[in-house]
């Protein structure tokens, strides 16, 4: 079993590393619900999974549901019954280690912001670079 959480802790999970896919999603809906240019997702039979706490949730379309920490923010799950039959999404870099379960690939690129298409080529500092 691996291990993840919310950032306050109030939300924990534990589910199995054996995924149905795990992807970097590009898509617009994941970038607004995320405020970040892209959210990777593990997808997990819910059998799989154990959450602790009591997330939050609102329907993002008629047939989705995105899960959060009512505390802190965090979005964690996506429940997409029509998409995903019995399968829950979970925000893989919620993830305790995420580099647990290695990327399969990048998801609705069609989406994607353009800066996000190049990054290997931009200056990459380990932390914040000196500011003159």
């Not at 590393?17 to 970040?36: M, Q, Y």
């Not at 399969?104 to 003159?132: C, K, V």
Request: charged share 20%; glycine share 8%; proline share 7%.
């Amino acid at each position: 079993m691996i291990s993840g959480r919310c950032h306050c802790g109030s939300i924990h999970y534990e589910m199995t590393a054996e995924v149905e896919h795990h992807a970097l999603c590009h898509c617009t809906d994941c970038r607004r619900a995320s405020g970040a240019p892209a959210v990777s997702w593990a997808l997990v039979k819910r059998d799989n999974i154990r959450i602790s706490g009591k997330p939050k949730s609102y329907a993002s379309s008629p047939d989705a549901q995105r899960l959060f920490c009512g505390d802190c923010g965090t979005s964690l799950f996506y429940l997409n019954e029509t998409i995903f039959p019995g399968m829950i999404d979970v925000q893989s870099a919620t993830l305790d280690n995420p580099d647990v379960i290695p990327l399969g690939g990048q998801i609705q690129t069609a989406e994607r912001i353009g800066w996000m298409a190049d990054l290997n080529h931009l200056p990459s500092f380990e932390r914040y670079p000196p500011f003159d």
